[in-house]
């Protein structure tokens, strides 16, 4: 399986704070990442798929970037709604694999 | 608009077999572009992609190597829905179940989830 790691597990900001979340995967992936919002008890939400296509109805705050092995979500400036857990998930070989996650906290 | 509606028992003896059903609106579970997949959450495994059936002329399953021995997921097009069987269960398949849709190979939609629990 190709493994996903997050960077930073978790980080604190403020509102209207520019927030770069990082996922490395095990081999390179092409463009074949997507990127999740969680908020608690419900189920994740699709953000941005392809490494940087945005879903429709996504604000455009939301980035994301990233080719091979490396990856970024950028939240451009952070608003309250926005405090979640985001992950990333590879699309690129038949056994799909999530990272890790990143928890978003207000500072 | 697509929605996913999730139904079985919520807890599960061990070395028993977990059963949940997906069933689908807005969609077909026999579309030429989308897949029906299961995923389950816990705290100490995170999100785990499990499987996937979907049907371009033919039906095909993609299952997790984690669990491939142990899961079956098999479309019902009479009912319009899928559903996910793991064998020989244990306390480490105690997780939040969800079925999905996927299609251009992100997950799209997603059921409301599923608690199941693994005791005896």
């Known amino acids: 399986d190709i493994q996903m790691t997050q960077s930073p597990s978790s980080l604190s900001a403020s509102v209207g704070d520019r927030v770069t979340i990082t996922c490395r995967a095990s081999?390179?992936?092409?463009?074949?990442l997507n990127w999740y919002q969680q908020k608690s008890g419900k189920a994740p939400k699709l953000l941005i798929y392809?490494?940087?296509s945005f879903r429709s109805g996504v604000p455009s705050r939301f980035s994301g970037s990233g080719s091979g092995t490396d990856f970024t979500l950028t939240i451009s400036s952070l608003q309250p709604e926005d405090f979640a857990t985001y992950y990333c998930?590879?699309?690129?070989?038949?056994?799909?694999?999530f990272g890790p996650g990143t928890n978003v906290e207000i500072k | 608009q697509v929605q996913l509606q999730q139904s079985g028992p919520g807890l599960v003896k061990p070395s028993q077999t977990l059963s949940l059903t997906c069933a689908i609106s807005?969609?077909?579970?026999?579309?030429?572009?989308?897949?029906w997949d299961w995923i389950r959450q816990s705290p100490s495994r995170g999100l785990e992609w499990l499987g996937r059936?979907?049907?371009?002329?033919?039906?095909?399953?993609n299952y997790a190597v984690s669990v491939k021995s142990r899961i079956s997921i098999k479309p019902d097009t009479s009912k319009n829905q899928f559903s996910l069987q793991l064998n020989s269960v244990t306390p480490e398949d105690t997780a939040v179940y969800y079925c999905?849709?996927?299609?251009?190979?992100?997950?799209?939609?997603w059921g409301q989830g599923t608690l199941v629990t693994v005791s005896s």
């Open positions: 999905a849709r996927d299609q251009y190979s992100s997950i799209d939609y």
């Open positions: 807005g969609d077909s579970v026999s579309s030429n572009s989308a897949a």
């Open positions: 059936t979907y049907y371009r002329s033919k039906w095909y399953n």
């Open positions: 081999q390179s992936i092409s463009s074949s």
């Open positions: 392809a490494s940087s």
């Open positions: 998930q590879q699309s690129y070989s038949n056994s799909w694999t």
